[in-house]
Every structure is written in C-alpha cells, then in structure tokens.
C-alpha cells in the first residue's frame, strides 16, 4: 500500500534526523499503584500489573525494572507492594505464582537490574509488607502467619499470629520490634516481643465507638500504626487512637488517613478533601497542604511524607510543599506518546509538541516531527487525514495542517456563534450500543421545509438489533430549532444551579423523607432495607443531613458539576449512546452525544464541531430534547442527584 505524501516526506525527516531526544510520562499498565521510599530517598512503584519503576530521587528519570525482564515470566502476577533497604538491595511482593504454588517473593541485590525468586516459607498472598533499614522485614501472609528476614531477604523464618482464623492484612512494626496487627474482620493484636507474644485488644466496634449504619460491610480494620504512646487504627474508613496500655479508643473524626514510619520520624493525617496536616506528639494538628489529585499511595520517610498524587509524587515535610515532580522516563523503550489519533492507518501519538507515529498499536514509536507551537496546558487530537487541532485552556484553538504546515488560530466562541449563525438544514437523532457481541445503531433524519422540520429518513445500521428509536413524530416545530439554534454559542456553560434543573421544594421534601425512611429501616431486617435513598457509611448523623437537604440551592456551580459529571456512571464492557447531529447551511456538522445513557439526565454531554470537542452538562440541550423528542432521553430519576449532592456535602 502506497504511503501518503504527507507523512512519507515525515518519515523520511525523521531518517535524516534520527531519534529525538526526549522525556516522556511513564505510563503504567494498571492504575493500582503502591509506592515506596528508603532511608536516601529513592523511590519505587510496583503496579498490580507485575510492573516495578524505580527512580533514584524524587526529581529523576524512572526506569522500568520489572522482574520478566531478567527472564521469569511473571504473567498473572499481582504485585502490591516493594520494600528495599538500600538503594540496591529489596523485595517485591503480593501474589506471586511459581510452579503451582505462592510461597515465592523476588528479591534483587542490583537495583532490579536482575531478580531471583526466594522462597519464603509461607504459602499464600503477601497482604503487607514492613521493613527497616537494616535488614529486617516482615511480610502478613493471608492468614498463614508472618514471614520473617533479618539478613535482607535471603532467608526467611515463620513467626506466628495470634489467630489463625482472622486475616491480618494490616501491620505495623516499629525499629524496636513492637508490632500491632488488624483484621479483615474485627480483630487487632499488640506485640511487644517480635510476635513471641500477643495481646488482643478491643476494637473501637467492640467498644461500641462508632453506630454501624453501613450494615452491610465487614468491620474491616483498613489500616494500623504506633506513634509514641499511642495506637492508631482506621476501621471502616473512621480513625481512632488510643493510649497503647489502657486501651480507650477515641474518633479522630475530621480525618481518614495516617502515615508515619518506623521510627516515628514524623505523623501526617489526611482527610477527605485531600487535604495534609501534621500531627504532632500532643496529636495537635497543623495543616500543610492540599491536592487536586487522587492520591494513589503515600509513605513517611525521614520526617517527610511523599505521595504519588495523580502523575505526580509530591514530597511535604511538617510545614510546607517542598516538591513536585512528574513521573517521567527518558528511556527509548519506555516512552509511550499519547494517541491523538490516525491518519491513512497510521497511529498518530503526541509527547509535549512531538509527533509520532506507528504503524501497528504496541509497535516502536518513530519521530515524526515537533509542531511550531507550545503544548502545555491543553490537549490534541486528530480532526482527520492531515489536520492537528490543539485545545488550550483559553478560548483559542490552533489547527496545524501536516502537509502544508500551516496553522490557524481561532476562537471557540466565534466558532460556536458562526454555525449558528448559518441556519440549520438537517436534525438526526439517532440511538446506539456496541458491545463485545452487538452492534447498533437507529439514525432518523428531519429535514427544514421552509419552516418547520419534517421526517426525512428513517435508518437501522448494524446488527439490527433494534432497540431505541420509536414515539417520534413526523414533524418538529421550528421555533424550537431556531431558539436552540440561537442559543448554541452558550453550550460551554455548565449547568449554573440547580433552578437550571426545575427543582421545587416539594422535590426537597421528598428527598428529607427519604432520609428518614432510609434511617428507620437500619433497624429493620435486611429485606425491608431497600430504601430509595442508600449511605453506605458509618456513624451517620441524620438531623446534620436533614439540614443539609435545606442548603442544596445555595451549592456554587463548581461544586454542583463535580456531582453532575460522574452521576450513576458505571463501567461496562457495553457502551451506549444517544445523539443529536445539526446540519447547518455551509455543510458543517455538530453533534451532541451523551455516553452516559440512560444516566440521570444523561450528562456529561459531549460536543463536537470541526475536532473541537468539549462536555457539558448545558440544561439547554436537556431542554430542546424534552421539547423536540421527548422519548430520546429516556425517564430521569431526578431524585438521584440530590441524594448524591446531600451525600458528597456530608462527606465534605
């Protein structure tokens, strides 16, 4: 097949040239990502995708080290967690198949550069890990026991837990052996003699510290540590502490998680806002910081807490943000551009302002060239065969035609107000699914006859499967696609309050009487507790939440669109859609697609002209589908959203 023009005079540049230097994020294959940090600072992430990273300060360049490389074949394996002495000598653990049986870690002496599979006595998958610097480490082994070194890993000895029938997944042991351990189900130990000897200790649960609203999870203790004289636990997400000899438990209630060491070098909390504080030897809190991003996993490292937040790690000490650096690889083999689309059969990918391309997905990527324009706060994508458009976060967008290397700035407003302004010719709406056995897609066609807008075409493409498109009528008013049409210029603004969303205060009322029938029925049995509105957490307040029902119309609109977003999303190999497509009269399309149907109110809305796209959740295109083809969207069950909004300023 003949190579286009175009890129065959790229690549033909990229021969001349060669390969760009260049850095690049390191991409990992899952997102259950585990970091750990040693006594100089080095860094390690493992994936459960048997992946390791390793990177040699918080501002260096990663490099993959995964254990297949060395030659093991570490298909299947889940890795949650890596734990080194030093900067050359560590382990990696979790779920590691070898030979029929999971009694293996592996363990390298170079940095990862090679791996040896170590037997370490137990058989099961490794819940935890807990190490010091000098040569210790102890692994909780599913309910086996407690795998022991003190020699680096290379031999290992069994040390018992105090019941064999609880799995101890969370534990924690201090430089002077002091150890506490928490179950799946309700059971914390203390040991003060390297695990010769245990005490049972009551939970904050068998205390009674919490009221069990969530009646249907396990009281699961998620997280333990020692911090001088004091115990902290987190069970079922609420923290306690207590004094470790008189057990006391007392709710640390403004946060949700705690990060210390070994050596109590220092104590962070953190609580639902992501927000960092410093907690010092009077359990004083004093805040640091706060991130935007999720949080993947953090650990406290000689007075400093270092968190992988998004594709970050960012390193605080008790007072201030000190770093932030992105996870990036300046290894060819490693760097992985982002797709932006293809062209002819091509893979097109972008790094920062380069160009790659490939011919077959997971091949080698080749440089192709860099565009003449800066790349750092937006993103790109492909508008068809020749053209590159780039989305910056101001209001202007550039296309870069690869042929002729022209470019072309314009403005996302204009160009909302310019296909308004043409006039609309054509509507379709059509309706879809596509999964891993189907395929559909039901497209019907109005066409402007004079005024208003008439059936033109009904179409069923794919498998025939039909299941969407009826209740339709044959002609649509023009008024309404004429006032729609004037108000396209708008569909960048979100949805500002609720008042956008007709809600009344009977609607209100509703919702607080569903609180209350949600609260009586956590005393009934477990068939008459399917109550419309649900909260799967414990210790709930309900008079707090009632008033909470009181102030959802004062929520800004930043607040509001975070819940809108994500409402009733769920994954699924199964992808739905519904879609409106306006033909104006210079031939230009624009589609208004929802990927979240039927969702409530079917947001976010996805807008398209020309490659540039944005979501919305404008109430206006609510509006003219409940006009104009009321069936299209499916019921809302309006209810749903202020029961998210009450839950989300709850947590808050």
Not at 467 to 490: C, H, P, T, W
Request: aromatic fraction near 12%; charged fraction near 20%; glycine fraction near 6%.
């Amino acid at each position: 097949m003949r190579l286009p023009i175009l890129l065959l005079l790229c690549i033909l540049t990229f021969c001349a040239n060669g390969q760009q230097a260049t850095k690049a994020p390191l991409r990992f294959q899952r997102y259950a990502l585990n970091l750990n940090v040693n006594a100089s600072e080095q860094l390690v992430i493992t994936t459960r995708a048997g992946e390791v990273a390793i990177a040699d300060q918080i501002d260096g360049y990663w490099i993959n080290r995964n254990p297949g490389t060395s030659g093991n074949n570490y298909s299947g394996h889940t890795f949650d967690q890596a734990n080194f002495f030093n900067n050359d000598t560590g382990i990696v653990s979790g779920y590691i198949q070898v030979g029929g049986k999971t009694n293996s870690i592996y363990h390298t002496s170079d940095r990862g550069k090679t791996w040896k599979v170590v037997d370490m006595g137990l058989d099961g998958w490794v819940d935890y890990a807990q190490n010091l610097d000098n040569g210790i480490a102890w692994l909780s082994v599913s309910g086996k026991g407690i795998a022991y070194t003190e020699d680096y890993g290379y031999n290992w000895k069994t040390l018992h837990i105090p019941d064999q029938k609880q799995r101890y997944t969370q534990i924690y042991f201090n430089d002077q052996k002091e150890g506490l351990i928490g179950s799946l189900w309700n059971s914390i130990a203390y040991t003060d003699d390297n695990c010769k000897n245990w005490r049972i200790l009551p939970t904050p649960l068998d205390q009674k510290k919490y009221t069990k609203t969530n009646k249907e999870s396990r009281p699961e203790i998620e997280s333990v540590t020692i911090f001088k004289d004091w115990i902290f636990v987190n069970q079922e997400g609420l923290i306690f502490y207590s004094d470790k000899d008189s057990i006391n438990w007392i709710w640390l209630k403004q946060f949700d998680k705690f990060y210390t060491d070994a050596v109590n070098s220092a104590f962070f909390v953190r609580n639902s806002r992501n927000e960092y504080f410093h907690l010092d030897s009077n359990l004083n809190a004093f805040q640091i910081t706060k991130l935007t991003d999720i949080t993947h996993s953090a650990q406290c490292r000689n007075g400093k807490l270092f968190i992988m937040s998004g594709d970050n790690i960012v390193k605080i000490d008790k007072k201030e943000l000190l770093s932030s650096s992105p996870i990036l690889t300046n290894q060819p083999a490693l760097i992985q551009p982002e797709i932006i689309g293809y062209s002819r059969g091509h893979i097109i990918g972008a790094i920062g302002n380069k160009i790659y391309h490939q011919t077959e997905y997971n091949q080698t990527w080749n440089y192709l060239f860099d565009l003449p324009f800066k790349t750092d706060d937006g993103v790109m994508s492909m508008v068809d065969d020749d053209r590159i458009i780039y989305n910056s976060n101001s209001d202007t967008i550039v296309y870069y035609t690869i042929g002729s290397r022209a470019i072309e700035k314009r403005q996302k407003s204009n160009l909302l107000k310019e296909f308004s302004q043409s006039g609309i010719q054509k509507i379709y709406f059509s309706k879809g699914s596509r999964g891993c056995f189907h395929g559909y897609e039901d497209v019907i066609t109005y066409q402007n006859n004079d005024y208003d807008f008439e059936l033109e075409n009904e179409e069923i493409t794919g498998s025939g499967f039909r299941n969407g498109l009826r209740g339709y009528d044959d002609k649509i008013d023009g008024k309404l696609v004429k006032q729609f049409a004037m108000e396209i210029s708008e569909l960048q603004r979100n949805v500002g309050s609720l008042s956008d969303l007709a809600y009344t205060n009977k609607d209100f009322e509703k919702c607080k009487d569903d609180i209350l029938a949600f609260e009586k029925s956590l005393g009934a049995n477990k068939k008459q507790r399917q109550t419309s509105f649900q909260f799967q957490q414990n210790n709930l307040d309900f008079p707090r939440m009632l008033s909470l029902v009181d102030s959802l119309n004062t929520v800004d609109s930043a607040f509001l669109n975070d819940q809108l977003i994500p409402l009733d999303a769920f994954v699924s190999t199964t992808t739905n859609w519904i879609k409106i497509e306006l033909l104006n009269n210079d031939g230009n399309i624009m589609s208004i697609s929802s990927y979240r149907f039927p969702t409530t109110f079917n947001y976010p809305w996805i807008v398209a002209i020309d490659g540039y796209r944005f979501q919305t959740t404008n109430s206006k295109i609510n509006k003219f589908i409940t006009n104009a083809y009321p069936l299209l969207a499916g019921k809302t069950n309006r209810m749903e959203l202020l029961y998210t909004l009450v839950k989300a300023m709850y947590r808050n």
